[in-house]
């Protein structure tokens, strides 16, 4: 019996044991078909761009129909900010700028408001601090309908947001998260917005919560969409707190790619995969990432993150450059010497033919 239970209780080790190297083999070539779709998706870049520039050129058209009203014109100006907002800000101010002009010539305060709060957004994404500020502070917050004050609160919370990154000051965080609760006591609990807010305060307060909502939201969202691509950003965050580093890098890859196929140049989860790739050597791939992530950030104009991005571009890009050099003169050594080992074999033939002769 005694050795019966030894028996069982090394198959039951040696079961642990498979399913472990398994796991761990599975979850490995996971992130490695992941990274390989990343790495194509970055490539054909340029093919979601021009299917957002297409469906743009689209909406466009519909301003130049005849009897379109000043009130038509702002509904199709807002749907041009809303896909200009995370692709190239320069033309998203100039449709916010022409809706504030027709809202005052209709004499809508409401509208104007609105209009006023997106320029304020726009100008704090671009790294115009001063202007943003300037039009938050310029807006009556207590004679605001509740949705308006919705939006003014999301937009001073990503005014403080934005400053933060760009001076590297995480100080500024608590201002943020003071206008994120005034925030949270207004919206619909059913939200998106919330369920997010609050999956991100769990984040260091209470994981299991916070991992339940995560993945409610990843059972509801469909795959690729653009929320997707916020939702799995955040869920990463999660993962490098309870320090799960393989499921961090999936997540933020998931959310890199959806961020790329939809065009949208505000693109955080390729930025922390290139720094991830940095620590680990792989240096190609965080050079890639990075060159794509810089040219995101020159063709949108979201210059928050632009310090960092460049900061971190010279380190991995010189990091890149001396592996290049190396990798080179390693070739080259590497050709010489067989060179000159083909070149001895040369002689030795002729040496062993001229004894035969």
């Known amino acids: 019996m005694k050795l019966k239970g030894c028996f069982l209780k090394k198959r039951f080790w040696l079961l642990l044991i498979t399913l472990g190297i398994g796991g761990t083999l599975y979850a490995n070539n996971e992130l490695k078909l992941l990274t390989d779709s990343l790495r194509r998706v970055i490539d054909e870049k340029h093919i979601f761009v021009q299917k957002k520039e297409d469906r743009i050129n689209r909406i466009k058209c519909m301003l130049k129909s005849s009897g379109l009203t000043l009130e038509g014109k702002y509904r199709i100006n807002l749907r041009l900010y809303d896909e200009y907002k995370k692709f190239h800000i320069d033309s998203a101010i100039h449709y916010v700028e022409d809706n504030i002009e027709i809202s005052r010539k209709l004499n809508k305060s409401y509208l104007t408001t609105q209009s006023s709060l997106h320029l304020s957004l726009l100008y704090s994404m671009c790294g115009r601090f001063r202007e943003a500020e300037i039009i938050l502070k310029g807006i009556d917050s207590s004679t605001l309908p509740k949705d308006l004050l919705i939006a003014y609160y999301e937009t001073y919370s990503s005014f403080w947001g934005h400053y933060s990154i760009s001076v590297a000051n995480n100080i500024y965080g608590q201002q943020q998260a003071a206008y994120q609760d005034s925030l949270i006591a207004l919206i619909d609990h059913t939200s998106l917005s919330y369920k997010m807010s609050r999956a991100s305060y769990y984040i260091w307060r209470d994981t299991l919560r916070s991992k339940e909502i995560f993945k409610e939201l990843l059972e509801i969202e469909e795959v690729g969409t653009p929320n997707y691509a916020m939702i799995t950003h955040s869920y990463s965050r999660l993962c490098r707190h309870q320090k ?3 499921e ?3 997540y933020l890859i998931l959310s890199a790619i959806a961020d790329t196929r939809n065009a949208t140049r505000e693109n955080a989860s ?3 995969l290139a ?4 620590e680990e050597k792989k240096l190609a791939d965080a050079f890639k990432f990075t060159q794509s992530a810089i040219d995101d950030v020159i063709s949108s104009g979201i210059h928050f993150r632009a310090i ?3 900061k971190f571009n010279s380190i991995i890009n010189t990091a890149y450059q001396t592996e290049q050099a190396r990798s080179r003169s390693n070739l ?3 050709l010489i010497s067989t060179s000159i080992i083909l070149f001895l074999l040369v002689l030795l033939v002729i040496c062993i033919y001229i004894q035969m002769k």
Request: hydrophobic share 30%.
């Open 244 to 246: 799960k580093y393989d």
């Open 248 to 250: 961090e890098k999936k």
């Open 270 to 272: 390729l930025q922390n």
């Open 275 to 278: 720094l991830i790739h940095y």
């Open 308 to 310: 960092e991005i460049y």
């Open 332 to 334: 080259t050594i590497f």
